[in-house]
């Protein structure tokens, strides 16, 4: 994984991957860019915070509901620099406070699902791919390209006198 902050005007894009489904992600300010796979752990309380941050290391936390309150993000924040979490999945409409994670400081990707339908896939979803990347704009091709050439089919065309061509 590459652990590195976006620079300046850089954008990036994200993506979270659950069960072969592809679901539209917003990258957080604070989380770094990347791409994780891993089992998902999902935390709707600030008790199931606590419990998953105690649990096994390698996995990509995913909060909903409670979990999502500033008290509990605060919690993520050290496991995150301690390297036990690959990855952040945030289930919450857009505006929600996440200021406070800010301090995760590039250590992980942190994404935010806002969809309803992509927020139920990542709930179900058993392992995760979170993918962060920066935005690269598209690259122009400024080599001349020779023109097309004809085609030939493999039948010979047969016209009743040698040296003619019918149309």
Same mark, same amino acid.
């Given at each position: 994984?590459?652990r590195?902050?976006l620079?300046g005007d850089?954008?990036a894009i ?15 300010d ?11 752990v $999902?935390?709707?309380?600030?008790e199931?915070?606590?419990t998953?941050?105690?649990?096994m ?15 509990? $993000?605060?919690?993520v ?9 690959l990855?952040?999945?945030?289930l919450?409409e857009d505006?929600?406070d ?10 992980v ?10 927020q ?12 962060v990347h920066a935005?690269?704009?598209?690259s122009?091709?400024?080599?001349s ?7 030939r089919?493999g039948?010979?065309l ?6 003619m061509?019918?149309?």
């Amino acid at each position: 994984m590459v652990r590195r902050r976006l620079k300046g005007d850089e954008r990036a894009i994200a993506v979270v991957t659950a069960d072969g489904r592809s679901c539209s992600a917003r990258p957080v300010d604070g989380g770094g860019l990347g791409c994780v796979t891993g089992p998902a752990v $999902l935390a709707t309380s600030e008790e199931d915070v606590r419990t998953a941050l105690n649990w096994m290391p390698g996995r990509i936390l995913v909060l909903a509901e409670a979990a999502l309150e500033p008290r509990a $993000l605060t919690l993520v924040v050290p496991s995150a620099h301690l390297a036990t979490l690959l990855g952040l999945v945030l289930l919450g409409e857009d505006g929600l406070d996440v200021s406070m994670l800010a301090d995760v400081d590039s250590v992980v990707p942190v994404v935010s699902v806002e969809r309803a339908s992509d927020q139920r896939c990542v709930r179900r979803s058993v392992r995760l791919m979170v993918d962060v990347h920066a935005d690269v704009p598209p690259s122009v091709d400024l080599r001349s390209h020779r023109p097309a050439r004809a085609h030939r089919s493999g039948v010979p065309l047969r016209s009743g006198s040698p040296g003619m061509v019918r149309h």
